[in-house]
């Protein structure tokens, strides 16, 4: 059974940081890829970045470029999302979600249509 475990989510305010974790078990890493998607009240669930397990080959949402670095540990087949500099903006379900075999449009990772998601965690950031 696949399974993706979201942790790490949190209350913090604007400008502050905080650290997501995915630790996925039950599927092979190999040409995977995993992400972090959001959805925030009243909104459509957007793609936020996402991982190749293969190559590292990422994929950053405009809004998130410069402020977010996604990592992974693939010996622990854990992905991580490093937030900074918060934004209210940012306040959303944090969900984990993986792709068995990794997507790209040429040689840029895609970030859509994932194959399993994780139960969310929630992102408050205050003003």
């Known amino acids: 059974e696949v399974q993706l475990q979201a942790s790490g989510g949190g209350l913090v305010q604007a400008g502050g940081s905080l650290r997501l974790s995915c630790a996925a078990s039950?599927?092979?890493?190999?040409?995977?890829?995993i992400g972090w998607f959001r959805q925030a009240p009243g909104k459509e669930r957007e793609g936020v970045s996402c991982?190749?397990?293969?190559?590292?080959?990422?994929y950053y949402a405009d809004s998130v470029k410069g402020r977010f670095t996604i990592s992974s540990d693939n010996a622990k087949n854990t992905v991580y999302l490093q937030m900074n500099s918060l934004k209210p903006e940012d306040t959303a379900v944090y969900y984990c979600?993986?792709?068995?075999?990794?997507?790209?449009?040429?040689?840029?990772?895609?970030?859509?249509?994932?194959?399993?998601w994780g139960k969310g965690t929630q992102v408050t950031v205050s003003s």
């Open positions: 979600a993986a792709d068995r075999h990794a997507s790209y449009d040429g040689s840029s990772l895609l970030c859509y249509d994932m194959d399993y």
């Open positions: 039950g599927f092979t890493f190999d040409d995977s890829a």
């Open positions: 991982i190749s397990s293969s190559d590292g080959s990422t």
